[in-house]
């Protein structure tokens, strides 16, 4: 048995979206606020029935506000009830739900018969919506009359004071159905489990409730699931961490305390295997309490010959208590053995106190101890399978454990230790393994490219943010199943696969990506991000070097994340019938010899095509892609005279466009030198044949590190088609960060 797939609606962000599981691991991934922790936290929030009473008016989509609200100015504006819709169909559309879908093996029904839909179904999908709905609307519209219309009179018996006229209208509670529920939320609404119909789970939209469901009794998941969860660590208060949770105390210590108590304490529910222990624990106590009495005996002597204790007072008697799982409740309980001299056995060990340890290794170990525990918890391992009743020792067939953002604990290098590892971790008992009886499905939500690095593709669930369309709604977000992405196992899938794994898959985590042609250009344009257009320094931007013949691979990748791309890339221009590379002309039947110019934008093989290609024509039809390459551009070279000319790469264009800064570098080496030969000749004919020449074998990375080192960047004139690409992804970020919302759909009166 496992989850197959979630739909999440009108939780926060997500509005309306499914989230496929994998069968063993599956990570959500996205750039900030796109929407993976409130997909964690619905799990967290409906499916752990202890974290319900978390759920808040913040949880609901903000645009739904607008017809909440218009419910209940509705309500309070027709006094005739009867023509109100007082049934939970009107707020289904509305509140928030998560559905989850079931695979279940012919093996497994007998753990699903107080779920299935209908005598007819046969195995495979089930399906169950938790939805946070109205308890009973009739007494949520009764209630909410009352106290608005006793705010309403108590204002106007307010304004018609003695003053009238002059007296501002008191903000009384309740102004709308907003501020009724922010108070009383949990008084009218409840999480109720309704059973779908298996025939419509693949429908695109999730299916509706017929009318007159009746929600099942208890909790559906009682039995099937056991759920444990690692929060994020987000300072002083993280809303979904417990104050008894050990989460909140990560020192090793705590971690062996909590597992001793729960698995090993022998003093409790004891068995054969405890009486040594035991025996030990009585023996110890027993010499101490007499060395104790003797230790004591002329103290207590002493206070006898106070006349205390009387004839009639109870006599002292000193005894001890024997309490094993304090032995481990100081700070010196967990050591760390540091030097081991085995020339001297005899002598104690150099360790030192788990606190001295370094911070990131102390979370590896408590999170990966917190694993262990929660698998042994499910397990029944040791006194855990004690404590449960007779009729309560079965285990539940699948184990979900939530991990959110395990980069808040661990430091880069442990990251990626840790999501190798904590799988096998789950799956370590001699029940489990390879075992299908019991499932185990290991959910994480990162913003840590180290993770999704050691992750395979198949188990990545892209997040990616929707900007809002309409006036009253808010950006939402959609996932997107990366299984797929790359298609079969092609040269193109294989290579943009391996590629994504030597960068740390930073473009799953960017609000835009730049793929640049080179090294140089990897130096130098973020400092001209940095001087010329700080709203793009203001986001989060993956530069990728990638090269012209190559940039085209990641074509499906880039349109399946739909993220804003700048695609930087050369000309390439080459002759007319051989591949031999020449100065870019016009009119000689020039060929671009670039497959991203050719095969993604602006899709042309001629020269004069590429170089006559409108604007709008550099971009793909959706918008989200743009390339950028060298254009003709004017050159004031000699006796202040401007002639045009077509840059061959990035770093003639640079040079073209700084003549009078390149001049002045006499002191170059290098491929540096010969650019700045080539500024100083005598027209500019001469100088574009002498750059193309260097050009050939010419170190362009070491040029730009030697520009770096001589010149500060914001002397740098940017190159014509560099300055219009930046500019074309600044607009473009500026327009999706633009949120598209009526803020008068929270506030306001009911009426």
Request: aromatic share 8%; hydrophobic share 35%; proline share 5%.
């Amino acid at each position: 048995m496992r989850i197959a797939h979630i739909d999440i609606q009108n939780f926060r962000k997500l509005k309306c979206c499914q989230v496929e599981l994998s069968d063993k691991e599956t990570v959500f991934v996205g750039a900030n606020n796109s929407g993976k922790t409130s997909a964690m936290d619905a799990l967290m929030l409906f499916l752990k029935k202890s974290k319900r009473k978390n759920l808040s008016t913040t949880d609901f989509t903000l645009s739904n506000w607008y017809s909440f609200n218009q419910i209940g100015s509705d309500w309070v504006t027709n006094t005739d009830k009867s023509k109100l819709n007082l049934s939970n169909s009107s707020w289904e559309p509305l509140v928030p739900s998560i559905d989850i879908w079931l695979q279940v093996e012919d093996n497994k029904i007998h753990y699903v018969s107080h779920i299935i839909p209908t005598l007819n179904w046969s195995g495979g999908l089930l399906g169950i919506r938790l939805i946070f709905e109205p308890k009973k609307v009739d007494d949520l519209y009764k209630n909410y009359i009352a106290a608005y219309t006793t705010a309403k009179n108590t204002n106007d018996l307010h304004k018609a004071g003695p003053e009238e006229g002059k007296k501002n209208p008191l903000a009384l509670w309740p102004r709308s159905m907003r501020d009724f529920l922010d108070k009383e939320l949990h008084k009218y609404f409840v999480v109720r489990a309704y059973v779908l119909d298996p025939a419509k789970y693949n429908d695109t939209k999730p299916q509706i409730l017929p009318l007159g469901s009746e929600p099942l009794e208890g909790d559906p998941f009682e039995g099937l699931f056991k759920i444990d969860i690692i929060n994020a660590q987000r300072g002083f208060s993280d809303t979904n961490a417990g104050e008894d949770s050990p989460n909140t105390d990560r020192r090793l210590s705590t971690q062996l305390m909590h597992y001793f108590d729960k698995h090993l304490d022998p003093t409790e529910l004891p068995d054969v295997n405890d009486l040594d222990a035991l025996e030990a624990i009585e023996a110890a106590r027993t010499a101490f309490d007499d060395k104790l009495k003797t230790s004591f005996h002329s103290a207590i002597s002493e206070l006898e010959g106070l006349n205390y204790p009387g004839f009639s007072d109870p006599q002292i008697v000193l005894s001890s208590k024997m309490n094993p799982l304090e032995g481990l409740n100081h700070d010196a309980a967990v050591q760390f053995h540091v030097i081991r001299d085995t020339s001297s056995p005899d002598l104690p060990a150099l360790c030192l106190p788990e606190k001295y340890n370094g911070l990131g290794y102390q979370n590896l170990i408590s999170m990966i101890f917190n694993l262990i525990r929660f698998r042994d918890e499910w397990m029944r391992v040791g006194k855990a399978g004690k404590r449960k009743d007779e009729g309560d020792n079965f285990i539940e067939p699948l184990h979900l454990v939530l991990i959110e953002e395990p980069e808040a604990h661990l430091h880069a290098q442990v990251q990626q230790v840790f999501i190798k590892k904590a799988y096998g971790v789950l799956r370590k008992h001699k029940s489990l393994g390879d075992d299908k009886q019991f499932s185990t499905q290991m959910v994480v939500s990162t913003h840590s490219s180290h993770i999704a690095h050691e992750i395979d593709f198949t188990c990545l669930r892209y997040f990616q943010r929707k900007p809002a369309i309409n006036a009253n709604d808010v950006p939402c977000a959609s996932v997107v199943n990366l299984t797929t992405t790359f298609g079969s196992e092609t040269e193109t899938s294989k290579f943009a696969t391996r590629y994504l794994k030597t960068t740390h898959c930073d473009l799953f985590f960017a609000d835009a990506a730049i793929l640049v042609e080179g090294p140089a250009e990897r130096m130098l344009i973020p400092h001209f991000i940095r001087h010329k257009f700080p709203e793009l320094d203001r986001s989060y931007i993956s530069l990728l070097e990638i090269g012209g013949s190559h940039a085209h691979r990641l074509k499906s990748l880039i349109e399946t994340l739909g993220l804003l791309t700048l695609v930087v890339t050369d000309l390439d221009s080459i002759k007319e019938n051989t591949t031999g590379k020449v100065l870019p002309e016009r009119g000689k039947n020039y060929r671009t010899g670039n497959d991203t110019l050719k095969n993604w934008a602006p899709c042309k093989t001629q020269l004069d095509e590429v170089l006559n290609a409108a604007a709008a024509n550099k971009a793909t039809s959706d918008g989200v892609v743009r390339v950028a390459y060298q254009c003709e551009m004017p050159v004031t070279f000699e006796n202040n005279k401007t002639e045009n000319a077509i840059p061959y790469t990035f770093e003639d264009a640079l040079v073209l466009s700084n003549l009078a800064l390149f001049r002045t570098k006499s002191n170059s080496t290098g491929l540096m030198k010969k650019m700045v030969e080539a500024a100083n000749a005598s027209d500019l004919n001469t100088a574009r044949s002498l750059m193309f020449d260097a050009l050939e074998n010419g170190k362009k990375a070491e040029m730009a590190l030697d520009l770096l080192y001589t010149t500060e960047p914001n002397e740098l004139q940017l190159p014509i088609y560099i300055n219009e690409g930046l500019g074309w992804l600044k607009d473009k970020l500026g327009l999706r960060n633009k949120e598209f919302f009526n803020q008068n759909t929270t506030g306001g009166n009911a009426s």
